[in-house]
């Protein structure tokens, strides 16, 4: 039934390819990239694939745009070696946060890389928790958006004191998912009204709604970046008598000194996933990774078994 399905993997995450592979019981699919010395990279699709059903998992994380132009041209090669059917598995989808015209004169680049993958080759996306919704509709081609936050809510219920923890929403944008992380926890929810003052950093705590008091603070989010907004709602509930606090959140992007900043702050722990590879650097004993690889397998055998994936989250 799986003969004709093949599983790729750019340079951006091997191991959560190989993760995958091992769920779907089947290999790796052979290529290799070279960095010309005028930096131009190949890709060569070392194994036969004419007429397979091919999942190419590439998430966005740095070198983000070489990693970007990795990704179009395996699907290019992909394309030309006459794959019946490509899909671009997009774990953290690239330039995701370049989702509206909030400014004069820039591009939407989200879109812009939804346009690209079409036209590279991929007649299907897989992407985790996109961090607004409308960026599946700048996708033409067919899609499936897949959370990995019941993994993250699974990790949690396992607390034997959750009668004392609170959901917390560090914005307003994370006030949805949150209350659905609340509900399936059993525990109530509170919101950080944030106001973010400048493009990179300055997320500042102004308001909250809920109670705190006592309670073991929980943060969940979509990603954390600079760390700016997690830290900022993490020292805002402790002035606020939280007794501690954790945070969940599904991409961890942790970009400039986000680590630094997260070892010297409140949080005592940070739950993350793996759909960005955490480099050497920024792994520490605050982190714990758990992994979207079985979810991944998954879709991936339901899309190529022609079987449903919203079920997966029914
Ligand atoms: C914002 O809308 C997002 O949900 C995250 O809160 C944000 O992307 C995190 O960025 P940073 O860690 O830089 O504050």
Known sequence: MRDNLKVFSGSAHPDLARAVCKHLDIPLGASHTVRFTNENLKVRIDENVRGH??????????????????????????????ASRITAVTPYYPYVRS??????????????????????????????????????????????????RSILVEHFRKRSDLDRWVVVAPDAG????????????????AIVDKRRFGDDEDARAVHLVGEVRGKHALI?????????????SAEFVMREGASDVSV???????????????????????????????????????????????????????????????????
């Open 174 to 189: 994370e006030v949805k998912d949150a209350a659905g992380f609340a509900k399936r926890l059993g525990v109530p929810i």
């Open 53 to 82: 059903d091919v999942f190419v998992i590439q998430p966005s994380c740095p070198p983000v745009s070489d990693h970007l132009v990795e990704l179009l041209i395996m699907l290019d090669a992909l394309r030309s070696a006459s």
């Open 220 to 232: 969940v989010d979509d990603e954390i970046a600079t760390g700016g907004t997690v830290i900022e």
């Open 99 to 148: 989702d509206k015209k909030d400014e004069p004169r820039i591009s939407i680049t989200a879109r812009l890389v939804a346009d690209l993958l079409e036209t590279a080759g991929a007649n299907r996306v897989i992407a985790i928790d996109l961090h607004s919704p409308q960026v599946q509709g700048f996708l033409r081609v067919p899609s499936d958006h897949l959370t990995a």
């Open 248 to 314: 969940a959140v599904v991409h961890p992007v942790l970009s400039g000194n986000a680590m630094e900043r997260i070892r010297s702050s409140p949080i005592r722990e940070l739950v993350v996933t793996d759909t960005i590879p955490l480099p050497a650097e920024k792994q520490d004993p605050k982190i714990t990774v758990l992994s979207v690889a079985r979810l991944i397998a998954e879709a991936i055998a339901r899309t190529h078994d022609g079987r449903s994936v919203s079920e997966l989250f029914e």
